[in-house]
């Protein structure tokens, strides 16, 4: 998991099937409260975990793109 965005772009530049990466975009969270955050999404996202995705995880949703990812920088 990260906050940062550059994961996302270095999987789009190098065209890469993995690893699967969770992005939090969710500001000002506690410790406990990303740790709750990233078990839930790990949970439910299992499945898109292992075949290598990019997740996004922000306040409303959560959104899945599937690896590899099409660059578009």
Not at 27 to 45: D, F, G, K, P, S
Request: charged share 25%.
């Amino acid at each position: 998991a990260t906050l940062d965005a550059d994961f996302h772009t270095l999987l789009a530049l190098d065209v890469a099937n993995t690893p699967s990466v969770i992005r939090i975009r969710v500001e000002r969270l506690r410790a406990q409260a990303l740790t709750n955050l990233l078990l839930t999404v790990i949970a439910e996202c299992e499945d898109d975990l292992e075949q290598g995705s990019a997740i996004t995880v922000e306040p409303s949703r959560i959104r899945i793109r599937r690896l590899p990812l099409v660059s578009d920088v």
